[in-house]
T-cell receptor, first 114, second 111 residues
Framework: SAVISQKPSRDICQRGTSLTIQCQVD?????MFWYRQQPGQSLTLIAT?????????ESGFVIDKFPISRPNLTFSTLTVSNMSPEDSSIYLC???????????FGPGTRLLVL | GQQVMQIPQYQHVQEGEDFTTYCNSS?????IQWYKQRPGGHPVFLIQ?????EVKKQKRLTFQFGEAKKNSSLHITATQTTDVGTYFC???????????FGSGTRLQVQP
């Protein structure tokens, strides 16, 4: 199994500011996924991050708003830019397990934008 | 794009009663996974189903994948308070690594 840590675990931010969320995995993985879970809702995929290439964004998410870095096979960051209260969510990173038979999730970053 | 719906949205049962959640995809899936998210927690993998008509059991939990690989169900026998949480199905389209999560079913168990 993969152990994933995220920083920060939670934050309260002012609108118009940006927050960078870090995701660290204890093993090398090809793909990392970033999800958003709005209060009481399901998980929505923001983007898929491959090492050494541009992230692939899902419909409704753009790089200017959610820039992603993937400098190596164990680390990724997601930035939530120019935040508004609508960005208040839990942001989760995840990775595939062996053979992509499962997906492991980090503990999430709980973001509140005032 | 692919959509995955679950029903019911919410269910409240007495401890000892059974519980079932149903998952339906708009497209045929290569596989389906089930996750449990406790209040305040993150999703935790329960199981993956791959074959058409597949049935898997984990103690009191029974998972089923439909013949057409477009629907699935999770049945819990004799619920316990430890079963409280939101259950998500998540499907993977052929050739796609990322999961599309269902809308989730929140289970509340009254002791």
């Amino acid at each position: 199994s993969a152990v994933i840590s995220q920083k920060p675990s939670r934050d309260i931010c002012q609108r118009g500011t940006s927050l960078t969320i870090q995701c660290q995995v204890d093993s090398q993985v090809t793909m990392m996924f970033w999800y958003r879970q709005q209060p009481g809702q399901s998980l929505t995929l923001i983007a898929t991050a491959n090492q050494g290439s541009e992230a692939t964004y899902e419909s409704g998410f753009v790089i200017d708003k959610f820039p992603i870095s993937r400098p190596n096979l164990t680390f990724s960051t997601l930035t939530v830019s120019n935040m508004s209260p609508e960005d208040s969510s839990i942001y989760l990173c995840s990775v595939d397990g062996q053979g992509a038979e499962t997906q492991y999730f980090g503990p999430g970053t709980r973001l509140l934008v005032l | 794009g692919q959509q995955v719906m679950q029903i019911p949205q919410y269910q409240h049962v007495q401890e000892g009663e059974d519980f079932t959640t149903y998952c339906n995809s708009s497209t045929t899936l290569s596989n389906i996974q089930w996750y449990k998210q406790r209040p305040g927690g993150h999703p935790v993998f329960l199981i993956q189903l791959v074959k058409s008509g597949e049935v898997k059991k984990q103690k009191r939990l029974t998972f089923q994948f439909g013949e057409a690989k477009k629907n699935s169900s999770l049945h819990i026998t004799a619920t316990q308070t430890t079963d409280v949480g939101t259950y998500f199905c998540a499907g993977r389209d052929t050739g796609r690594r990322a999961l599309t999560f269902g809308s989730g079913t929140r289970l509340q168990v009254q002791p």
